[in-house]
Each structure stands twice: as structure tokens, then as C-alpha cells.
């Protein structure tokens, strides 16, 4: 066979037999080794650890009932109260008049009063009429159940946000729109339903992290932007991001001392499952931080790479390669900015309250919650940016100019 020809609408590009080949031949031996290592390392559902709502806090026979809010009343005002180190701290106290809210549990004919409602959740503007989870404590011995408040129960605005998410995103980019949403149920699904069931079996995050990324990106990569060469060159310069990041994470995990216990969360989790090592999770989490992004700009160069050489077939793949570079070196500088200020604006709370530590700064990015987030940002930064030049240069290398004596140095 000879040179198979790649059409465009603007435009014809060549790509040689052995480049298709070696393209394909790498993807097929990842697929493989992503394959090999989903089943080596599939979660038993059996083993999983379970822990009940009851269970967590220790009270047999609590149930947590959903229930109307019916009325509702005005924030406590705060009041000086001892803070046990002979000073006085400023709290709300409820009482009969502030701070409460009535309820009506499901399956119940009276309301309940709940005393001690969170000052916080009334300020978010709690109104009759919302669904709430309560927590119910079994009565006995004359005594009658009580309830406290749980949580607001937010299903209906979360529903109707995914709604017109989904339109949007399918009125604006149509089928690939559609394809996008389809590849994001599956990656969610890979992520829930596989990886954090084997992290929780006690699996290597490093390698639970390389296996369920590149699981991801096959899936989304194709699903999203078509099965062809130009996305399978995408494709091959994720996994070069992903190897990296990886390779970022660890290093800096273990350099760092990183615990993988920032908060209160992961020491509950570590409470229930003392076998987890929480820095596996950190691990993979730093690996899936970055792989939106990742998936952009690589995506984003195999395209200029395309479009480049349908707009110039005779010009080197030297000449390819540098101009792309330069799309790329742009792309790089906004998506930076984009990494940063998302990590900090999910660290806002605890940038704030180390703001107003009196601590030098050196101090404070050593804390293992700011550190955490420098190096989750740092290692997906050093992936995607080493990511641009390894797929522009395969992109290049595969796009060949068209046969002719007159090529462009």
C-alpha cells in the first residue's frame, strides 16, 4: 500500500503509512495496558468498606428523614460566651425567640420545632416552603423522638442547574456538545464507580491514577472530537501529560512530606478507613486536577498542527512546528493564569483565614493545606506545558508536506 491521503476541506494532507501505523500501533499497546491494568486492579464491591449514616456517629437506630420547613426565624444576635480559656469569644445563642426553625417531617401530620439551626444556613436565606434532612434520635422511656437539622436538601436547584447546562452546552455545540456530556457521565462514572473503590481497597494511587486518566481520555478524546489521526495525535501527547503529572506528584508528595490530611474531612475518612493512605489519594487527585485542561491544549495543537499544514502543504514540518509552537506558547500563558486562579479560588476560605495570621508567608505556603494546592497546581502546570511541544512535534512529524520538489525550508 502507499501513502494514505488525510482529507480536509481546505485542504489535502499526507501521512505516510509507517507514521499511521507507529500512531496506531502506540495507542492500541496503551489501550491494552489501560485494559490489563482495569482488570488487575478492579475493585471487589464486597470488600468495599461501608459505613451507614448511623454508624458514623455512633447512635443506633438514627434515621434522617427529609422534611418541609414551615417556618422560620431571624438570625440570633451574637452574644459575648466563655471560650474556656478565661476569655470570651462572640457566638450566637439561640433561644426561644431566634434561631429556630419549624419543620415538617415526611410521613408525620405536626410539625417539629428545631432549636440550634446554623446561623450561616439562615444568612444563606432559608424560607418555608424548602426541603430539609433531618437528623431523628429514637425516643424511649416516655421520652419523645427529637430532631436536628442536617442539611438543606439541594436536589432541586442542582437538577435544574445540570438542565440548563446541558441545553446550553448542546443549542451551542450541537452533536459534539452532546458527545462531550456523554463522555463526562463516563469519565464520572470511571471515577466513582472504579477508582475510588480501588484507592479504598488500599490499590496504588499512582497507578490507579495513570490507568483511570488514560481510561478517561480514550473515551472522551474519541467520544468528543471524532475517531481520526488528528485527535488519536491529541491523544498520544494527553498520555504524555498525564505520565508527567504523575511523575510530578509523586515526587513532590514524597519531597514534601505531603500527608494527604489537610482537614477534617480526610481525617474522618482516615477515621473510617485506617488501612487508606490518604497520600494515594492526593496522588490521584493531583493527576485528575489537570486533565481538563490537558485535554485542551493538546487537543488545541494537533488542530493548529492540521490546519497549518492544509493552509501550507509544502511547508517543512520544521516550519509546521514552529508556528504552531507559537499558538502554543499563548495558549500555555492563559491556561496557567486558568489553573491558578482555579486551585485559589477553591482555597479561598483557607487563604483567608491565613490571611489574617500574623506569620510570615514562608511560614504559611508550608502548611500542608496551601502546600497541597501549590503542588496540585504545580504538577498539572508542568504536565500541560511540556505536553504542547511533545504533541506539536508529533502532529509535525505525522503531517507530512505534500510530495514536491519545491518544499519550504
Known sequence: MGAHTHHHAAGTIEVGRTARFVTLGLLIAIGLATVIGGIVLWPDSAKAPKVSHAAAIGAPGVTFPHGTVKSVQSVCPLTAVPNGTGGTTMAPVPSANCGNITVLPDGLTAPVTINGTPPEVLRAGLKPGQRVLLMRQPGGGGVPPSYAFLNVDRHVPLLFLAIAFA?????????????????????????????????????????????????????????????????????LGTFVGIAISAIASVWAIHGGQLTGMPDETAQLLSSFVPSLNLA?????????????????????????????????????????????????????????????????????VTLTLLQIYSQPIGDLVSTEAIAEEIVRTL???????LAVPVTTAIAAAIAGPAPSHDTVA
Request: charged share 10%.
Open 167 to 235: 441545553i446550553i452546552v448542546i443549542a451551542v455545540a450541537w452533536w459534539r456538545g452532546a458527545m462531550a456530556l456523554v463522555g463526562l457521565f463516563i469519565g464520572a462514572a470511571v471515577i466513582l464507580k472504579w477508582m475510588l473503590p480501588a484507592l479504598l481497597q488500599g490499590e496504588s494511587g499512582l497507578w490507579v491514577a495513570l490507568v483511570g486518566a488514560s481510561a478517561i481520555m480514550l473515551v472522551v478524546l474519541y467520544s468528543t472530537h471524532g475517531v481520526s489521526l488528528r485527535t488519536s495525535v491529541a491523544l
Open 280 to 348: 494515594d489519594v492526593l496522588t490521584c487527585g493531583m493527576v485528575l486536577a489537570g486533565l481538563g485542561v490537558l485535554n485542551d491544549v493538546t487537543v488545541t495543537q494537533a488542530s493548529a498542527v492540521w490546519e497549518l499544514r492544509e493552509a501550507g502543504p509544502n511547508l517543512s514540518r520544521m516550519r509546521i512546528f514552529t508556528s504552531a509552537m507559537r499558538i502554543g506558547r499563548d495558549h500555555i500563558a492563559s491556561t496557567i493564569y486558568t489553573l491558578v486562579f482555579a486551585y485559589g479560588s477553591a482555597s479561598l
Open 379 to 385: 504538577a498539572a502546570a508542568i504536565g500541560l506545558v
